[in-house]
């Protein structure tokens, strides 16, 4: 496992809140050259500790005004394959995370919706018929904060 | 709203986040002042908020991750508050959101091992005030993460 020091640990701090400032002007923060900033960016994204970008988008500002976090019980264990499962449902657009969790249910998904007769519409239509579901559980997201982490 | 234009520039940047302007007017076949255009106001409108890094925590030690589900005691006004801002002081604590649903909270937690676990769990999730229930998931595979939404 690759040791990181406090220099690093900076680094990903600053990346995990904006991974949009390049290697000189967070060099300049940390008293880095941007050559020598480069090259800890490199090293952390070659032993996969940063595993990439994502680009914020304001969910609601582009029509997905609903966010659904979905528990999904498998209802015909053993019978239906949990590939079959995770095949269809990883194809749904509207299913942004698959996770297979052990609990009260089998699966959780994170689901985008435009509103909640939409997300309606993906729960009957594309998730109440996936092979094998069964029981779900919906909580509807009001409120979400990332943290930087033990970092 | 988003326009055609603002939709294609959309789907490649959450594909790669890290594209240079040229790079995305060459894939979204649009010229490259238009991509600038476009950009600079999806941006003025909070369309796009930023770009982020994704940390692998696996890669850093952090073997064990749980969804943990809480139902706090409402009975009390502050209740969301004063649970929020502790769990915000757990530094294993990645995401915070809270539902509408049958679950009031959710916190994603990392340890290293099931140990480690079981410690932050004893000493600083069961120490969060206000807890009327909770029910843990634990993360056995990640199937699908495409945090990108359908444009």
Known sequence: MIALDDTDHAILRALVADA???AGALGRKLGLSQPAT?????????????????????????????????????ATKGRVSLEDFERAVSAIPEVQTVEHVLGLYDYRLRIVARDLPDFERILRRRIMTLPGAGDVEANVLLSEERLAGPI | MLNEEDRRILRYLQEDPTLSQSELAERARLSPSM?????????????ITGTVAVIDWQALGYAVEVSLRFTLDKTLPRAFDEFLTAARAVPEVLEIQTFLGRVDV??????????????????????????????????????????????
Not at chain 2, 119 to 127: A, N, P
Request: glycine content about 8%; hydrophobic content about 45%.
């Open chain 1, 20 to 22: 949009g400032q390049g």
């Open chain 1, 38 to 74: 480069w090259r800890r960016i490199r090293r952390l994204e070659e032993a996969r500790v940063l595993r990439g970008r994502r680009l914020m988008l304001d969910a609601a500002a582009v029509g997905f005004g609903v966010t659904v976090f979905l528990g999904v019980k498998l």
């Open chain 2, 35 to 47: 991509v600038a255009r476009r950009l600079t106001r999806m941006e003025e409108r909070g369309i």
């Open chain 2, 106 to 151: 959710r916190l994603s937690v990392i340890a290293r091992d099931m140990a480690h676990y079981q410690e932050v769990y004893r000493s600083r999730i069961l120490t969060l005030p206000h807890i009327a229930e909770i029910e843990a998931l634990m993360h056995v595979a990640r199937i699908k993460w495409q945090e990108s939404l359908p444009v």
